[in-house]
């Protein structure tokens, strides 16, 4: 477990090799630049993330960590597609704020690269576990398929139509008897 001082320094200089390849829309940033934007060392960095490459990894594993801890749901059965919605939400959120920097990674909708794979691999298990509550509940339409939806809405990148767009993708898997505009009013971040 990491110190509160380490646990700063390593999000400080997460979010700046994000600030960094966002601004410039590639990886040609130095360690030097990123431990500049940071504050911090540059043996700092290599300390906490031992290469470039496994820092700019670790971006995309602490992004998929938080959507992880938001599919975990609220527990409450009840609940499922209330769960669903929010993270659908919340990850539609972090990839419209995170375009430029997947674009510089060269990351596309659909592939994992092998860094990522294990934390998104636990997301995937607790998303499928609220679909299948929801589905069980009969809240979801038999043919949707969880992780279809979540590619769907990775490729979502325009904050204006991000709402539309979920509002869409909403339709095309609540059960007929949801009333989708009330779910979507209570639960989609404007």
Not at 45 to 50: I, S
Not at 79 to 101: E, G, H, K, Y
Not at 134 to 155: K, N, T, Y
Request: glycine letters at 6%; hydrophobic letters at 45%; a positive charge.
């Amino acid at each position: 477990m990491l110190r509160d001082d380490a646990r700063r320094t390593r999000a400080t200089v997460l979010r700046s090799v994000w600030e960094l390849m966002s601004n410039t829309g590639t990886t040609k940033v130095s360690v030097d630049d990123i431990a500049d934007r940071a504050g911090v060392s540059p043996a700092s960095v290599y300390r906490h993330f031992g290469s470039k490459q496994k820092l700019i990894d670790e971006v995309s594993v602490d992004r998929w960590r938080r959507a992880s801890r938001w599919a975990a749901g609220s527990g409450d059965p009840q609940r499922a597609l209330i769960d669903i919605i929010t993270v659908l939400d919340r990850f539609s959120l972090m990839v419209t704020a995170d375009a430029d920097f997947i674009a510089a990674a060269g990351v596309d909708v659909g592939q994992t690269p092998v860094a990522i794979l294990p934390v998104r691999q636990e997301f995937a298990r607790r998303f499928d576990h609220l679909w299948t509550t929801a589905a069980d509940a009969g809240q979801i339409v038999p043919w949707a398929e969880s992780m279809d939806l979540i590619e769907l809405v990775g490729g979502i990148r325009d904050p204006h139509r991000r709402v539309p767009k979920l509002t869409t993708l909403i339709n095309g898997f609540c059960a007929a008897r949801i009333d989708i505009p009330h779910v979507a009013r209570a639960v989609l971040t404007r």
